[in-house]
T-cell receptor, first 120, second 109 residues
Framework: GAVVSQHPSWVICKSGTSVKIECRSL??????MFWYRQFPKQSLMLMAT?????????EQGVEKDKFLINHASLTLSTLTVTSAHPEDSSFYIC????????????????FGPGTRLTVL | GQNIDQPTEMTATEGAIVQINCTYQ??????LFWYQQHAGEAPTFLSY??LDGLEEKGRFSSFLSRSKGYSYLLLKELQMKDSASYLC??????????WGAGTKLIIKP
Protein backbone atom coordinates (compact mmCIF):
# COMPACT_ATOMS: atom_id res chain seq x y z
CA GLY A 1 0.00 0.00 0.00
CA ALA A 2 0.83 3.71 0.12
CA VAL A 3 1.73 4.09 -3.54
CA VAL A 4 2.12 7.53 -5.04
CA SER A 5 2.48 8.05 -8.76
CA GLN A 6 3.76 11.07 -10.59
CA HIS A 7 3.41 12.00 -14.23
CA PRO A 8 5.33 12.71 -16.34
CA SER A 9 8.61 11.15 -15.20
CA TRP A 10 10.60 13.61 -17.23
CA VAL A 11 9.84 16.56 -19.44
CA ILE A 12 11.85 18.83 -21.69
CA CYS A 13 10.29 22.12 -22.70
CA LYS A 14 11.16 25.44 -24.25
CA SER A 15 11.64 28.54 -22.15
CA GLY A 16 8.39 30.42 -21.64
CA THR A 17 6.09 27.42 -21.81
CA SER A 18 4.06 25.98 -18.94
CA VAL A 19 4.42 22.47 -17.61
CA LYS A 20 1.90 20.53 -15.53
CA ILE A 21 2.95 17.71 -13.20
CA GLU A 22 0.39 15.34 -11.70
CA CYS A 23 0.66 13.55 -8.37
CA ARG A 24 -1.74 10.77 -7.47
CA SER A 25 -2.17 8.62 -4.39
CA LEU A 26 -3.20 5.26 -5.83
CA UNK A 27 -4.38 3.24 -2.87
CA UNK A 28 -5.15 5.75 -0.13
CA UNK A 29 -6.77 9.11 0.36
CA UNK A 30 -4.23 11.87 0.75
CA UNK A 31 -5.53 14.69 2.91
CA UNK A 32 -2.27 16.53 2.45
CA MET A 33 0.18 16.60 -0.44
CA PHE A 34 3.59 18.19 -0.51
CA TRP A 35 5.67 19.46 -3.40
CA TYR A 36 9.45 19.43 -3.18
CA ARG A 37 12.24 20.51 -5.45
CA GLN A 38 15.71 19.06 -5.40
CA PHE A 39 18.72 20.39 -7.26
CA PRO A 40 21.64 18.03 -7.96
CA LYS A 41 23.53 16.97 -4.85
CA GLN A 42 21.34 19.17 -2.65
CA SER A 43 18.71 18.50 -0.02
CA LEU A 44 15.02 18.29 -0.60
CA MET A 45 13.43 21.73 -0.50
CA LEU A 46 9.78 21.98 0.41
CA MET A 47 7.97 24.28 -1.98
CA ALA A 48 4.39 24.07 -0.77
CA THR A 49 1.87 22.10 1.23
CA UNK A 50 -1.63 21.55 -0.07
CA UNK A 51 -4.73 20.28 1.64
CA UNK A 52 -7.63 18.97 -0.37
CA UNK A 53 -10.12 21.68 -1.20
CA UNK A 54 -8.10 24.61 0.10
CA UNK A 55 -5.36 26.90 -1.14
CA UNK A 56 -1.79 25.71 -0.93
CA UNK A 57 0.61 27.11 1.65
CA UNK A 58 3.85 28.17 0.01
CA GLU A 59 7.25 28.27 1.64
CA GLN A 60 9.11 31.54 1.84
CA GLY A 61 10.75 32.45 -1.43
CA VAL A 62 8.48 30.28 -3.59
CA GLU A 63 6.39 32.31 -6.05
CA LYS A 64 2.79 31.15 -5.84
CA ASP A 65 1.93 32.76 -9.18
CA LYS A 66 4.70 30.84 -10.89
CA PHE A 67 4.11 27.48 -9.23
CA LEU A 68 0.39 26.87 -9.32
CA ILE A 69 -0.87 24.07 -7.13
CA ASN A 70 -4.30 22.51 -7.30
CA HIS A 71 -5.48 19.80 -4.92
CA ALA A 72 -8.91 19.12 -6.30
CA SER A 73 -9.50 15.68 -4.81
CA LEU A 74 -8.19 13.38 -2.11
CA THR A 75 -6.12 11.49 -4.66
CA LEU A 76 -4.84 14.16 -7.04
CA SER A 77 -2.68 17.25 -6.81
CA THR A 78 -1.14 19.13 -9.72
CA LEU A 79 1.81 21.50 -9.92
CA THR A 80 1.98 23.83 -12.91
CA VAL A 81 5.24 25.60 -13.58
CA THR A 82 4.18 28.68 -15.54
CA SER A 83 6.48 30.42 -18.00
CA ALA A 84 9.30 28.04 -17.21
CA HIS A 85 12.89 29.23 -17.50
CA PRO A 86 16.18 27.29 -17.48
CA GLU A 87 16.69 28.05 -13.79
CA ASP A 88 13.48 26.10 -13.08
CA SER A 89 15.16 22.94 -14.34
CA SER A 90 15.15 20.58 -11.38
CA PHE A 91 13.82 17.34 -9.93
CA TYR A 92 10.28 17.91 -8.67
CA ILE A 93 8.95 15.38 -6.17
CA CYS A 94 5.52 15.13 -4.60
CA UNK A 95 4.60 13.29 -1.45
CA UNK A 96 1.29 12.42 0.10
CA UNK A 97 0.15 11.88 3.64
CA UNK A 98 -2.87 9.76 4.47
CA UNK A 99 -5.42 9.87 7.23
CA UNK A 100 -5.05 7.91 10.44
CA UNK A 101 -7.79 5.59 9.31
CA UNK A 102 -5.96 4.60 6.15
CA UNK A 103 -2.47 4.09 7.51
CA UNK A 104 -0.98 2.41 10.51
CA UNK A 105 1.75 5.02 10.63
CA UNK A 106 0.21 8.46 10.58
CA UNK A 107 2.04 11.49 9.27
CA UNK A 108 4.30 9.39 7.09
CA UNK A 109 4.95 11.03 3.77
CA UNK A 110 5.06 8.65 0.83
CA PHE A 111 6.87 9.97 -2.18
CA GLY A 112 6.11 9.82 -5.85
CA PRO A 113 8.95 8.81 -8.20
CA GLY A 114 9.70 12.41 -9.16
CA THR A 115 9.62 14.44 -12.36
CA ARG A 116 12.81 15.66 -13.94
CA LEU A 117 12.18 18.99 -15.67
CA THR A 118 14.64 20.42 -18.18
CA VAL A 119 13.91 23.84 -19.60
CA LEU A 120 15.87 24.73 -22.71
CA GLY B 1 15.84 27.69 15.22
CA GLN B 2 15.23 24.14 14.16
CA ASN B 3 18.19 22.02 13.29
CA ILE B 4 18.91 18.47 12.24
CA ASP B 5 22.49 17.24 12.03
CA GLN B 6 23.76 14.13 10.34
CA PRO B 7 27.13 13.34 8.78
CA THR B 8 27.54 14.39 5.18
CA GLU B 9 29.16 11.19 3.98
CA MET B 10 30.14 7.78 5.30
CA THR B 11 31.99 4.85 3.76
CA ALA B 12 31.56 1.20 4.72
CA THR B 13 32.48 -2.23 3.40
CA GLU B 14 30.11 -4.74 1.87
CA GLY B 15 28.92 -7.21 4.50
CA ALA B 16 29.77 -4.91 7.41
CA ILE B 17 27.58 -2.86 9.76
CA VAL B 18 27.21 0.92 9.68
CA GLN B 19 25.46 3.33 12.04
CA ILE B 20 24.24 6.70 10.76
CA ASN B 21 23.60 9.21 13.53
CA CYS B 22 21.11 12.06 13.60
CA THR B 23 20.76 14.73 16.28
CA TYR B 24 17.94 17.21 16.31
CA GLN B 25 16.79 20.41 17.96
CA UNK B 26 13.22 21.20 17.05
CA UNK B 27 10.21 23.03 18.44
CA UNK B 28 8.35 20.02 19.72
CA UNK B 29 8.57 16.44 18.62
CA UNK B 30 6.00 14.16 17.05
CA UNK B 31 8.21 11.49 15.62
CA LEU B 32 11.36 10.89 13.62
CA PHE B 33 11.57 9.37 10.16
CA TRP B 34 14.35 7.79 8.15
CA TYR B 35 14.17 7.75 4.37
CA GLN B 36 16.48 6.22 1.77
CA GLN B 37 17.16 8.08 -1.48
CA HIS B 38 19.10 6.56 -4.36
CA ALA B 39 20.73 8.99 -6.76
CA GLY B 40 18.22 10.39 -9.22
CA GLU B 41 15.26 8.87 -7.43
CA ALA B 42 12.69 10.01 -4.88
CA PRO B 43 13.02 9.10 -1.19
CA THR B 44 11.49 5.89 0.11
CA PHE B 45 10.22 5.44 3.65
CA LEU B 46 12.36 3.27 5.94
CA SER B 47 11.23 3.79 9.52
CA TYR B 48 9.32 5.88 12.01
CA UNK B 49 10.14 6.25 15.73
CA UNK B 50 8.05 8.16 18.22
CA LEU B 51 8.91 6.29 21.43
CA ASP B 52 12.37 5.68 22.88
CA GLY B 53 14.03 2.47 21.91
CA LEU B 54 15.04 0.33 18.99
CA GLU B 55 12.78 -0.62 16.09
CA GLU B 56 14.07 -3.50 14.00
CA LYS B 57 13.00 -4.17 10.44
CA GLY B 58 15.07 -6.78 8.68
CA ARG B 59 18.61 -5.58 8.07
CA PHE B 60 17.68 -2.05 9.11
CA SER B 61 17.09 -0.83 12.68
CA SER B 62 16.31 2.63 13.98
CA PHE B 63 16.89 3.91 17.49
CA LEU B 64 15.50 6.95 19.26
CA SER B 65 16.34 8.77 22.48
CA ARG B 66 14.00 11.73 22.91
CA SER B 67 15.78 13.04 26.01
CA LYS B 68 19.03 13.27 24.06
CA GLY B 69 17.49 14.47 20.79
CA TYR B 70 19.26 11.60 19.09
CA SER B 71 18.54 8.83 16.64
CA TYR B 72 20.55 6.39 14.61
CA LEU B 73 19.90 4.14 11.66
CA LEU B 74 21.76 0.84 11.79
CA LEU B 75 22.35 -1.11 8.61
CA LYS B 76 23.60 -4.69 8.89
CA GLU B 77 25.05 -7.06 6.30
CA LEU B 78 25.63 -4.19 3.94
CA GLN B 79 24.97 -4.75 0.27
CA MET B 80 26.15 -2.70 -2.68
CA LYS B 81 22.56 -1.65 -3.32
CA ASP B 82 22.53 0.09 0.08
CA SER B 83 24.69 2.83 -1.43
CA ALA B 84 22.36 5.81 -1.19
CA SER B 85 21.63 8.93 0.80
CA TYR B 86 19.84 8.45 4.11
CA LEU B 87 17.61 11.29 5.23
CA CYS B 88 16.62 11.96 8.83
CA UNK B 89 13.45 14.02 9.32
CA UNK B 90 11.61 15.17 12.45
CA UNK B 91 7.93 16.04 12.78
CA UNK B 92 7.75 19.16 14.93
CA UNK B 93 4.96 20.45 17.18
CA UNK B 94 3.12 21.89 14.16
CA UNK B 95 3.37 18.56 12.38
CA UNK B 96 5.79 20.08 9.91
CA UNK B 97 8.51 17.75 8.68
CA UNK B 98 11.99 19.16 9.24
CA TRP B 99 14.58 17.51 6.99
CA GLY B 100 18.23 16.85 7.58
CA ALA B 101 20.63 17.32 4.67
CA GLY B 102 21.13 13.58 4.32
CA THR B 103 24.08 11.24 4.72
CA LYS B 104 25.60 9.81 1.58
CA LEU B 105 26.60 6.21 2.25
CA ILE B 106 29.24 4.68 0.00
CA ILE B 107 29.62 0.91 0.07
CA LYS B 108 32.92 -0.56 -1.08
CA PRO B 109 33.43 -4.19 -2.07
Amino acid sequence: GAVVSQHPSWVICKSGTSVKIECRSLDFQATTMFWYRQFPKQSLMLMATSNEGSKATYEQGVEKDKFLINHASLTLSTLTVTSAHPEDSSFYICSAKGTSSSHHVTDTQYFGPGTRLTVL
Amino acid sequence: GQNIDQPTEMTATEGAIVQINCTYQTSGFNGLFWYQQHAGEAPTFLSYNVLDGLEEKGRFSSFLSRSKGYSYLLLKELQMKDSASYLCAVLDSNYQLIWGAGTKLIIKP
